[in-house]
């Protein structure tokens, strides 16, 4: 026996001095038993929960808040766009927009951030920086302005390549930027609404963040969903005193996972309050 308890504490310790923790077991109901590939959690900033947080992965959609960033920043929200032949072309998620079409900056974003459009959010790169090879760099240029050390952009939606990744601790720095712009976070926490163009053709949008309208406190952010990215997201809750932030990357149901792990975040951080 004393040898066996020898052997264990010898094992501990190897791990330790190579850095890799022992593992914790979780309870079979916990929303951390099975987690996502990666994930983040935050409680008023601080790290609550955290796995492979940076570790680099594709985030999908959630690289349109880097291109919404970059457009509230650099663009007057009633410029027109002109829908580009780029845009129009766009696959994926997308609410149909035609070419030559003419809409708002403002109404842009809205269909970028609530409904994931891609030829939405084609049309806003191709509008700020003439083609999306030059957009791209200016996303690049922001992420190294942001000490996001472990991402890299390709493209202005998400769509899966190698030079497109990022990890759940920078795309909780990109957020927690994004959250400042005010219109950025009225879009993320909308459940619906309609954009028309100067034609005076009408498209309805329906937010893809089902916490919106459905968990208690969820003010936002972001879906992403692609083959190799998987299911992704961004969200954020508050409730009194207590800010909420997750990042989950690859996940198998996030619409199961987030909720479970924002009320393990909200529990936790009351049982902290109550010592």
């Known amino acids: 026996m004393k040898n066996f308890s020898f052997i264990i504490h010898y094992i501990v310790a190897m791990l330790l001095l190579s850095g890799i923790p022992p593992y914790r077991a979780e309870a079979a109901g916990s929303p951390f038993a099975n987690p996502p590939a990666a994930y983040l959690l935050q409680v008023n900033g601080e790290t609550f929960r955290e796995r492979n947080s940076n570790t680099r992965r594709p985030p999908a959609s959630l690289t349109k808040i880097m291109t919404a960033l970059i457009i509230m920043e650099r663009c007057d929200l009633e410029e027109v766009v002109v829908v580009s032949r780029g845009a ?27 409904a994931s459009a891609n030829d939405a959010c084609r049309a806003l790169a191709d509008h700020e920086a003439g083609s999306q090879k030059n957009f791209v760099a200016m996303m690049n240029a922001r992420a190294r302005k942001l000490q996001m050390k472990n991402t890299r952009f390709s493209n202005a939606c998400g769509h899966d390549s190698a030079n497109l990744y990022s990890t759940a601790h920078d795309l909780a720095i990109l957020t927690t930027n994004a959250m400042q712009m005010p219109l950025f976070t009225k879009l993320v926490a909308k459940r619906s609404m309609r954009i028309k163009t ?32 998987g299911q992704c997201l961004v969200a954020i ?13 690859h996940a ?11 009320d393990a975040a909200f529990a936790a951080s009351l049982k902290s309050l109550a010592k």
């Open 198 to 229: 100067k034609g005076g053709r009408s498209y309805y949008l329906k937010n893809k963040n089902r916490l919106i309208g459905n968990y208690p406190g969820a003010q936002g952010v972001k879906t992403g969903t692609t083959p190799k990215a």
């Open 88 to 114: 129009a072309q766009e696959t994926g998620s997308r609410i149909g927009l035609r070419q030559g079409e003419r809409l708002t900056v403002r109404d842009l974003l809205a269909a970028t951030l609530m």
């Open 237 to 249: 809750a508050e409730r009194k005193d207590r800010k909420v932030l997750l990042v989950i990357m």
């Open 252 to 262: 198998k149901n996030r619409w199961r996972t987030a909720p479970a792990m924002l």
